[in-house]
């Protein structure tokens, strides 16, 4: 015996296309829902951006830096890992590449050719195995694109990236090791 007469086997279809709608709805509505607004308010005070700016892009970097076994600087005969360098892909909080971040010189640059350099201002802590947060004025962007009128840069949210624990002594100087890290960039414009 079936529980379907002729009249609700024409209503099952309906009732399936209405729920179909009010997924593809309550989904829509989801995706156009404002984005969450960046907050400086749990970061270190010596790495907030000043007031009069404004969130212009956040990237996600996820990449590596390149460490040197060299002479420490003013120690005769001691050695140490010195942070030669990053090469790191940016990406959006989708995960789609927006840019790259290498360098000396630290450069961040959009895929759109515009890049930018900059000065470190102040640096803290981020936990133990995590490379400081940094903040950085931005020099006047090369190129016209994403990057143009970037006033700061904030690296926050970090994980990894510290020295190597691998022993650097004179025996070794000169080797150098990759170590992996991931850090949020946040691009900053004047309000």
Known sequence: MSLHTPATN????????V?????????????????????QDSLPDSIKVPAGHKVAMETVGVGEITYECRDKANAPGQTEWVFAGPNAALNDRSGK??????????????????????????????????????LVKANP?????????????????????????AA???????????????ADYIFWKAA
């Open 97 to 134: 590449q927006v840019g790259k971040y290498y360098g000396p010189p630290a450069t961040w640059e959009s895929m759109d050719g515009s890049k930018i350099t900059g000065t470190q201002l102040a640096v803290a802590p981020a936990g133990t195995g995590n490379i400081p947060y940094q």
């Open 168 to 182: 650097c002594s004179p025996a070794n100087k000169g080797e150098r090791q990759i170590v992996k890290y991931q």
């Open 141 to 165: 962007a090369m190129g016209m694109g994403a990057m143009t009128g970037v006033t700061y840069i904030q690296r926050v949210a970090l994980k990894g990236g510290v020295a190597p624990m």
């Open 10 to 17: 024409r209503l099952l279809p309906l009732t399936g296309a």
């Open 19 to 39: 729920a179909t709608a009010l997924l593809l709805s309550a989904c829509g509505s989801m995706m156009s829902s404002p984005k969450t607004m960046y907050s």
